[in-house]
């Protein structure tokens, strides 16, 4: 730990009259880990700020995925943080997450408004690191280089009282060649069985409509603690747990090697599980997919794909695909899009490849000029925007239940269970309801719903 002593006007104020705002910045993994850092600093006296501008201490949880994702995310850091110490000498900012963990050095070089600096795996100190700066007048950076060696996180401050993310795996054993989350996390740790269902069934009391289980890989739930078909056995833990009752369990993320037979076969016999599939294939060609080390061939994904759309065929699939990875040539990109077609993808993330130090691809060449990635992308996003265009017309007139989450511009929106967004009227029904509607179009990629005659 290094402590820097601030100036002596330094005046602290007693926690009960602190208040917090937790700016998040990534995945749904993150977003969930400041719903858990929320949580433990109301467990410490401190209280939610109504805005960003208002609260004393300013926490920032960060992800460090992609270069110009995490470039972005400093320069946004040290404005607000600049701002606020401008009209609140006497507030807090706090930087943490996988920013912190794999830049420190480079963030303590510009962090001169960072008050606590910590990464990810210690995470259940933070607010103790903030109380001690809120206290003492201190500045401090507080690192431990190897993760805890059990995941029993519990405890959220949900953002939402619809919708509730519930992670059951935290950390990666895949080392994907181009990824920083292995060495951000540490090696994947799952959450006991026990501690899964106490969260859970918390949930259900308090009325949650869905509720997501979150992993970097849901897929290899268990296999820590020695169950290699842990994740099926979760699933139907949860069919028991939940018998009877309305409620939507969706899961993210699924890695294509560890994609089961038998998973999809729970979710085809299950009222609770909804079909919705996240795949990433990250590129169709074997040549990168063997640099990028997924594990995987195009062939092995194809089957996949088509035992889920036999299976299930209201099932919807989502991807990730990175295109400019090193030694990607024009061939290697028209397999991908190959792929693309033939998986008729309903929802995709698309990237230029990022080189992130400390990963095996951060020692290729970054051989694919930025125009030729640039292009590459565009291509791709036509291609993926073609498709999703006709499947949003061959879905009208159909009948959907959807969960209505969301308020907008005299709209209501929600999903339906294989996660399609509608959007309704607001006048047609109040957040936390589940209407049965009418698919029609609208504008762009929207589509709407209308009253079920």
């Given at each position: 730990?290094?402590?820097?002593?601030?100036?002596?006007?330094?005046?602290?104020?007693?926690?009960?009259?602190?208040?917090?705002?937790?700016?998040?910045?990534?995945?749904?993994?993150?977003?969930?880990?400041?719903?858990?850092?929320?949580?433990?600093?109301?467990?410490?006296?401190?209280?939610?700020?109504?805005?960003?501008?208002?609260?004393?201490?300013?926490?920032?949880?960060?992800?460090?995925?992609?270069?110009?994702?995490?470039?972005?995310?400093?320069?946004?850091?040290?404005?607000v943080a600049r701002e606020r110490k401008e009209k609140n000498p006497h507030s807090i900012v706090v930087v943490c997450g996988c920013?912190?963990?794999?830049?420190?050095?480079?963030?303590?070089?510009?962090?001169?408004?960072?008050?606590?600096?910590?990464?990810?795996?210690?995470?259940?100190?933070?607010?103790?690191?903030?109380?001690?700066?809120?206290?003492?007048?201190?500045?401090?950076?507080?690192?431990?280089?190897?993760?805890?060696?059990?995941?029993?996180?519990?405890?959220?401050?949900?953002?939402?009282?619809?919708?509730?993310?519930?992670?059951?795996?935290?950390?990666?054993?895949?080392?994907?060649?181009?990824?920083?989350?292995?060495?951000?996390?540490?090696?994947?740790?799952?959450?006991?069985?026990?501690?899964?269902?106490?969260?859970?069934?918390?949930?259900?009391?308090?009325?949650?409509?869905?509720?997501?289980?979150?992993?970097?890989?849901?897929?290899?739930?268990?296999?820590?603690?020695?169950?290699?078909?842990?994740?099926?056995?979760?699933?139907?833990?949860?069919?028991?747990?939940?018998?009877?009752k309305k409620i939507w369990i969706r899961f993210l993320t699924s890695h294509p090697r560890d994609l089961r037979e038998g998973i999809?076969?729970?979710?085809?016999?299950?009222?609770?599980?909804?079909?919705?599939?996240?795949?990433?294939?990250?590129?169709?060609?074997?040549?990168?997919?063997?640099?990028?080390?997924?594990?995987?061939?195009?062939?092995?994904?194809?089957?996949?794909?088509?035992?889920?759309?036999?299976?299930?065929?209201?099932?919807?699939?989502?991807?990730?695909?990175?295109?400019?990875?090193?030694?990607?040539?024009?061939?290697?990109?028209?397999?991908?899009?190959?792929?693309?077609?033939?998986?008729?993808?309903?929802?995709?993330?698309?990237?230029?490849?990022?080189?992130?130090?400390?990963?095996?691809?951060?020692?290729?060449?970054?051989?694919?000029?930025?125009?030729?990635?640039?292009?590459?992308?565009?291509?791709?996003?036509?291609?993926?925007?073609?498709?999703?265009?006709?499947?949003?017309?061959?879905?009208?007139?159909?009948?959907?239940?959807?969960?209505?989450?969301?308020?907008?511009?005299?709209?209501?929106?929600?999903?339906?269970?294989?996660?399609?967004?509608?959007?309704?009227?607001?006048?047609?029904?109040?957040?936390?309801?589940?209407?049965?509607?009418?698919?029609?179009?609208?504008?762009?990629?929207?589509?709407?719903?209308?009253?079920?005659?």
């Amino acid at each position: 730990m290094i402590d820097i002593k601030r100036k002596l006007d330094f005046s602290a104020r007693k926690v009960a009259l602190a208040t917090f705002w937790v700016e998040t910045f990534g995945c749904q993994m993150n977003k969930s880990r400041s719903e858990h850092l929320a949580y433990l600093l109301g467990e410490e006296g401190f209280s939610l700020a109504q805005r960003i501008d208002e609260a004393d201490i300013l926490v920032f949880n960060t992800c460090a995925v992609r270069e110009h994702a995490a470039e972005r995310a400093i320069n946004v850091i040290s404005k607000v943080a600049r701002e606020r110490k401008e009209k609140n000498p006497h507030s807090i900012v706090v930087v943490c997450g996988c920013l912190g963990q794999l830049e420190k050095e480079k963030l303590l070089g510009k962090g001169k408004e960072i008050d606590v600096l910590a990464g990810t795996h210690n995470w259940e100190e933070i607010p103790l690191l903030i109380k001690k700066a809120w206290q003492e007048r201190v500045k401090i950076a507080d690192f431990k280089e190897e993760p805890p060696l059990l995941y029993q996180e519990r405890g959220y401050w949900h953002s939402s009282f619809i919708s509730a993310y519930l992670p059951i795996t935290f950390g990666c054993n895949n080392f994907c060649s181009y990824c920083v989350v292995p060495y951000t996390t540490g090696r994947e740790r799952s959450k006991p069985l026990e501690i899964i269902k106490e969260e859970l069934m918390s949930l259900v009391e308090k009325g949650f409509r869905e509720v997501t289980l979150l992993g970097q890989n849901v897929n290899s739930y268990g296999r820590d603690r020695g169950r290699e078909r842990g994740f099926e056995e979760l699933l139907l833990d949860i069919e028991e747990w939940l018998e009877g009752k309305k409620i939507w369990i969706r899961f993210l993320t699924s890695h294509p090697r560890d994609l089961r037979e038998g998973i999809v076969e729970i979710v085809k016999n299950s009222s609770l599980l909804c079909p919705y599939f996240h795949l990433p294939l990250q590129a169709g060609s074997d040549k990168i997919l063997q640099l990028m080390r997924r594990g995987y061939t195009r062939e092995d994904y194809l089957n996949k794909i088509n035992f889920i759309r036999q299976s299930i065929p209201e099932a919807r699939i989502g991807t990730d695909i990175i295109v400019g990875f090193p030694e990607e040539t024009d061939s290697d990109f028209q397999e991908t899009l190959e792929v693309v077609k033939q998986a008729q993808f309903d929802v995709a993330y698309t990237y230029v490849y990022s080189p992130r130090p400390g990963t095996a691809a951060y020692l290729l060449k970054d051989d694919v000029p930025e125009e030729a990635k640039k292009e590459r992308l565009h291509i791709l996003n036509d291609t993926l925007r073609s498709i999703y265009q006709k499947k949003l017309s061959s879905l009208l007139g159909k009948v959907v239940e959807v969960l209505i989450d969301q308020k907008e511009k005299g709209l209501v929106s929600g999903r339906t269970a294989n996660n399609l967004r509608v959007y309704l009227q607001e006048s047609f029904g109040e957040v936390g309801e589940w209407k049965e509607v009418v698919l029609a179009s609208g504008e762009g990629n929207k589509i709407y719903g209308s009253a079920k005659r």
